[in-house]
Each structure stands twice: as C-alpha cells, then as structure tokens.
C-alpha cells in the first residue's frame, strides 16, 4: 500500500494517538498530512511543539466541507483519529462531531473529490459497554450496563441475570455485543458501523480499530475529562491524591501510545485486515487504583488515592480486550505499563510545572449528574 501512495492524511494528527502515527509514517517513509482543529480543551496553548515539521499541517474541522475536500486532496490511505472524546455533559457534541465528521469523509469521498483507497477509523473498546463475563454455573455471558440503583447501592461488580452469582470478567472478543449507553460511546459505535458500511458501498477498504485505554507522551495536561493516567498525574504533581471511583478495583486494558501506532500503521498495511474490527490492547487487566498507586511510586510521591466511594453514570466494571485477533496477523503490543507509565512521567516532568483542571470539572460533572456522590439520591 505504501508505495503508490502521494498523500496520507491523519485526522487528529495533533493529539496523542495522531502525532505518535504521524511520526512513524514519516519514518517509514509516507508522505503525510494532518488535519486537526486544535480543540483548545485539548490543545489549550495552540499548536503544540510536536507536529512533525516534515508533516503538512492543515488547522480546520472535519465538518468543515472546503477543508475536508482540500486535506484529501491526492490522499491514497486516511487515518481517522479525529474525535471529540471523555466524560462531559456535551451530548449533542459527540454527536456532531464524531459521527458526522465520519460521514462527511465519505460524502466527499462519494462525490469523487479524492482517490483514496483505504481508511483506519479509530473506535474504542467503549462500544462493548461492560465487557466479557463468565458465570461458574451458567458459562459465558454478556451483561448490560449495572442498574443505577445498583450502584447506589455500592454494589459494584455485575451479577448473573439468570443465577445471580457474581461474573468473573474474561477477555472481550469482537464478537461480543455492544452494550454501551454514554454519548460518546455511542457516537464511536455508529461511527465505526457508519464506515465498514459506506466502505462496503464504495469499495473501499475500511479498518475499524477498537483502543483500550491509550497513554503516553503528548497525552494532554490540560483537559480534565479524558486521560486517566495525565489527571492523576497533574494531580499527583500538585501534591493532590488522585480521585478513585467506585473501589478503585475496576479494570482496564491500559496500552501505550507507541504500541498503538505501530498497530495502526499495521492495519493499514495488511491486505488481510480489510473490511475487519479489531481489538487493540495488551490482554492485560489493571485496577485503576493500582494505576494510581503506581504513578505516585514513579514520582516519588507518598500519596494514596482518595476513593470517596463515588460513580459515574454509563461507567463499566471491567473490560479486558482479546488481541488474539490482531495477533494472529502477526502484531502485539510490546511496552509494559510501568516501562510506558515511566516514559509518560519523563516526558510530564519535563513539561514545567503543570496545572491540575481536574477539580473544577469535577464539580461540573456533579452539577450535571455524571457523578453519583455518596448522598446521591
């Protein structure tokens, strides 16, 4: 795919994913274009010091139509990283953005305005909702998102719709149903489901890629609702505990940035990956108060994470992805997380003294009932 190409276009090319992709197809040697919008709650000083300089950089909205046309101009392979992503009271937003930014890059694709020949969508391990289960009496199972009442409760792990045993959480497949219920998890569902689909109609192969939880370098210090491992660490760095929801032993696949541009180039590449979903993640579960516990311990600080015994609304229990699917085409993560984690601390500390945003939007997202407090009714 690479050598018949003049262009490859990167939306979100900016941000943590998109930069780190952009710097690798430089090195392979593609010719590059990003397209990005500079979110300012993202990008809250402008055009960050790391876009690649070899790299030809358009600032404009994907919603855009004159600048959508012109970015895809002699492109042969897009990368769609570009989203409007985390836990916000935005519903309307996600909406907008992820899903009609998605449609607008195949209309102007269906008007015959560019040549491109394939495309790398990025979805997110949210369109499962709660993950895979298992139940010791009834085997495996999927399970809708835990009631309300539930969690108020402070009952946190989910139980067997049909025995009411507690589930043992197992590796997510692809096959598993889509449970989600948050607005951006559903904006990331239709969007990945709106483009296998119009690729199917135009004849272009579409990959769609389902991340776990990505961090590293260039993750942003400045927005407080998306970047678990950037708030605790700004948080951590004010000499702040990091702020735990339900029991802080939920878990996650956490996999680094790195990892997650080599996959993404990976996808692109392989002829085999066409028309297919993937799972992208380490096939390894962490609690998100060993997270915690784990940064405090890399920036030397005796700081345990406050756990209030709070929830937020749409919030799943476990989720841990199956990557035996991308791997049998021959790729794998390889960073560990506290090697990850250590490159991430490096290159915050390396960033001056950083703010911590994370306490204004907490009362924010309260105001607007994302979080459940303990005198929630």
């Not at 274009?33 to 790299?55: C, F, M, V, Y």
């Not at 009271?89 to 890059?105: H, L, W």
């Not at 990025?122 to 495996?140: F, L, M, W």
């Not at 702020?243 to 392989?270: C, H, P």
Request: glycine content about 10%; overall charge positive; aromatic content about 10%.
């Amino acid at each position: 795919m690479k050598a018949d190409r003049k262009y490859t276009l990167v939306t979100g090319g900016a941000g943590l994913m998109g930069s780190h992709l952009v710097d690798l197809l430089i090195e392979q040697g593609y010719s590059v274009r990003i397209l990005d919008n500079l979110e300012p709650e993202t990008h809250l000083q402008g055009k960050p010091p790391w876009i690649n300089s070899k790299a030809h950089f358009i600032q404009g909205d994907i919603r855009d139509e004159s600048v959508l046309s012109r970015a895809l101009q002699g492109v042969r392979g897009v990368f769609h990283l570009a989203a409007f992503g985390g836990f916000t009271p935005e519903t309307s937003k996600y909406v907008d953005v992820n899903v009609n930014g998605t449609a607008r890059i195949f209309e102007s694709i269906a008007q015959g305005k560019c040549e491109v020949q394939k495309i790398v969508i990025a979805s997110s391990q949210g369109v499962y909702g709660e993950g895979a289960y298992r139940c010791k009496k009834d085997g495996p199972l999927a399970t809708p998102l835990r009631p309300l009442e539930q969690l108020k409760r402070k009952q946190w792990d989910p139980f067997c719709p049909r025995c009411g045993n507690q589930l043992e959480p197992v590796p997510t497949p692809e096959e598993k149903s889509r449970e989600c219920e948050t607005p951006y998890t559903l904006s990331k569902e239709f969007s990945e489901r709106l483009a296998l689909a119009q690729g199917r109609r135009l004849g272009i192969p579409v990959v769609a890629l389902r991340y776990g939880v990505t961090y590293g370098p260039r993750q942003s210090i400045f927005n407080p609702y998306t970047g678990v491992v950037s708030i605790f660490s700004t948080r951590i760095l004010n000499d702040l505990p990091p702020v735990v929801y339900e029991d802080g032993e939920q878990t996650r696949d956490f996999i680094y940035v790195g990892d997650v541009a080599k996959a993404t180039l990976f996808a692109m590449e392989n002829a085999l990956a066409s028309f297919e979903v993937f799972n992208v993640g380490t096939g390894k579960p962490t609690t998100v108060a060993r997270l915690a516990k784990t940064l405090a311990s890399i920036y030397g600080k005796k700081i345990e994470p406050k756990i209030p015994g709070e929830f937020r609304w749409g919030d799943v229990r476990h989720i841990l992805l199956d990557p035996g699917k991308l791997n049998r085409l021959g790729f794998r993560a390889q960073t560990s997380l506290e090697e990850g984690l250590s490159l991430f601390a490096k290159w915050i500390q390396g960033q001056g003294s950083v703010k911590q945003y994370f306490t204004e939007a907490y009362e924010k997202l309260k105001k607007h009932r994302l979080i459940y407090t303990q005198d929630e009714k």
